[in-house]
Structures are given as structure tokens and as C-alpha cells.
């Protein structure tokens, strides 16, 4: 009887450690990498896609381009199809629309709150010419932010590790007015989507120089969104930037119409420093200049923290 009990229990240590395997190499195999980034980036900002102008032929293969990813990540669409038309948009300027992607939480109550992980995949088409180049291929602003939440989605379309559901929103027209972004808040407004936050990345392809964070936070005392993502990430992530301020960044990027329609922490991340770049809005703005080791670790130390979030049994950001 001894043997029995003693082989019983062998059997489940062996099952568990098992799972534990099978859950480290499914976690393992979901990292973001160099390579992947690079392509992802570089297909966004190449000279093909002309600067991804809204409404434009370019920034249409790009949305095409990020509605295969989510397929072939297990990324669902969150309405009848991934690509959502903007009301607010001109229509002479051509279709412009976001791509919007969802996962499901796992967790039967947990999974009717929202989260949404969003950046905006349109440029603003051409800039000032240098010699014979004019498109603002727009690498840093913001196919690195778009990038990042492509590897997002792949990350939890693979694992399904999270127990509140994630909308993955990359905005059009956002150069324009932020019009992505005010069309989807308002959008799921009226819906009466029950969302607990809005994570936005914006131009994080260079790293900040002697700073002692990875990333600053738009907004950064309005909440205790840096300190609840220092506190899952086990270090300092999340930093204030005294121009964030002085820019009024808070509302000049994606988050923003969250804010607003929600008023529930709604925050941009971000690695330009107004020192570390000098490409902004201009045709230098190339993939070449990327750092892709620095996007694919922040991108790595990011997924953890948004699982974490995820998986909270309270809401524990709170605006202040």
C-alpha cells in the first residue's frame, strides 16, 4: 500500500512539474526577439507603405499587415472584423479605420472587465525633402509603439494567460487629431464597455540616456500607475519626465479620449526624451536608426506587467 501511495505521489510531482515545463516553454517561446521586431518595424516604415499617410493606399497595407498577424496569433477580432471605419474622418481624404484585435479572459467574473493596449500605426505621409527623400517613413513614431503591441497580442494569443479580457488597438489618424482613438473611446462608450485601463505605447524604439527608468509615463502623478508597474516589474520601469509635463503629452497622444470618455487611468508610455532623437516628424525617421535590442527588452519586461494587471483580483490602479 506503501509502494501505491509512494508511486501516486511520484505520478502528480511528475504531472505538475510537467505543466510547470509546459507553461515555462509557452511563456518562453512567446519572447519578443530582435529579428521579429526588426521585421515588423521595418515593413511599417519602408519606403513602400510611403509614410502611412491616413486614408492613404500605404497605411492600408499596413493595416492588412497587422490584421494577418493577429489571425495568425489567435487574435480575435472585437467586432464583425478587424478593421473598424472611423465615423470622424474625411472622406475625401480616403477610408481610414483602426485595427482593433481581442483576447478573452480566462476568468468567468474578471473576464467582463477591459483592458485595452493601444498605439498609433499612422505617419503623417511626406516631410521636408533630404536630397531626394521625402517620406516620413515614421519608424520611432510610431511603428515601434505599433510593433510593441503586435508582440503584445502575439504574447497573450499564444499563452491565454490572461483572466480580464485585452481589446489591442492600433489607431489611424492619430497625426491628425488623435481621430483613431476619439472614434473607438466613444465607440465603446456607447457601448458601455466596463474598462479598468488604457496602456498606450508612443515612440519607443531609442532608449533614454542616464536616466534610472526605461520608460517615462505620461501623466505620472495624475495616478499610481508607475508604481504599480515598478512593483509587478520587481524594478524601476516607469519614471516621471519633468517635459512630459511642460509638453502637455498627456493629452497629445492615444490615451487621451480614454481619459476623457472613461475617466479611468488612461496613461502613455514612452522612451522619447526630446534629447534622444532627432528625427521627429522628418524623413530620418528610419528603421536604421531603431535600437531593436532596447524595444525587444522593454517589450519583454512589459508583458509581464500587462499580465499581471490582467490577472489582479482588484483594480488596483486608481487615478488619485
Not at 45 to 50: C, E, G, T, Y
Not at 285 to 302: Q, R, W
Amino acid at each position: 500500500m506503501k509502494k501505491t501511495f509512494y508511486f501516486l505521489g511520484l505520478l502528480a510531482v511528475v504531472s505538475c512539474s510537467s505543466v510547470a515545463q509546459n507553461t515555462a516553454v509557452k511563456e518562453s517561446v512567446t519572447e519578443a526577439t530582435e529579428v521579429d521586431i526588426k521585421k515588423i518595424v521595418s515593413f511599417l516604415a519602408s519606403d513602400d507603405l510611403q509614410g502611412r499617410m491616413s486614408g492613404s493606399d500605404g497605411i492600408a497595407e499596413a493595416a492588412t499587415f497587422i490584421e494577418n498577424n493577429f489571425k495568425a496569433n489567435g487574435v480575435k477580432p472585437f467586432f464583425k472584423t478587424y478593421k473598424d471605419t472611423l465615423s470622424n474622418f474625411d472622406s475625401s481624404k480616403g477610408v481610414a479605420y483602426n485595427v482593433v484585435g481581442f483576447v478573452e479572459g480566462n476568468d468567468p467574473k474578471l473576464k467582463k472587465e477591459f483592458i485595452i493596449i493601444g498605439a498609433h500605426y499612422d505617419h503623417i505621409g511626406t516631410a521636408k525633402a533630404d536630397g531626394d527623400d521625402v517620406i516620413a517613413n515614421g519608424a520611432n513614431d510610431n511603428a515601434s509603439g505599433t510593433a510593441a503591441v503586435m508582440e503584445f497580442a502575439r504574447y497573450f494569443g499564444k499563452t491565454k494567460s490572461n483572466k480580464r479580457s485585452i481589446i489591442f488597438a492600433l489607431f489611424s489618424a492619430e497625426e491628425m487629431g488623435l481621430l483613431g482613438s476619439k472614434h473607438l473611446a466613444k465607440k465603446l462608450k456607447g457601448d458601455n464597455l466596463n474598462l479598468y485601463t488604457m496602456l498606450n505605447f508612443e515612440m519607443i524604439g531609442i532608449p533614454m540616456q542616464n536616466k534610472d527608468y526605461l520608460a517615462y509615463l505620461t501623466g505620472f502623478n495624475k495616478s499610481n500607475l508607475a508604481s504599480v508597474t515598478n512593483t509587478y516589474a520587481g524594478e524601476k520601469i516607469a519614471g516621471f519626465l519633468p517635459k512630459a509635463g511642460d509638453f502637455r503629452l498627456f493629452m497629445r497622444s492615444d490615451n487621451y479620449p480614454f481619459h476623457n470618455e472613461f475617466n479611468v487611468p488612461s496613461q502613455t508610455y514612452s522612451t522619447f526624451d526630446f534629447t534622444n532623437f532627432d528625427h521627429y516628424h522628418k524623413v530620418g525617421d528610419e528603421p536604421s536608426v531603431m535600437d531593436f535590442n532596447h524595444m525587444a527588452s522593454l517589450i519583454n519586461k512589459f508583458a509581464p506587467i500587462i499580465k499581471s494587471i490582467a490577472n489582479s483580483d482588484t483594480k488596483e490602479i486608481q487615478y488619485n
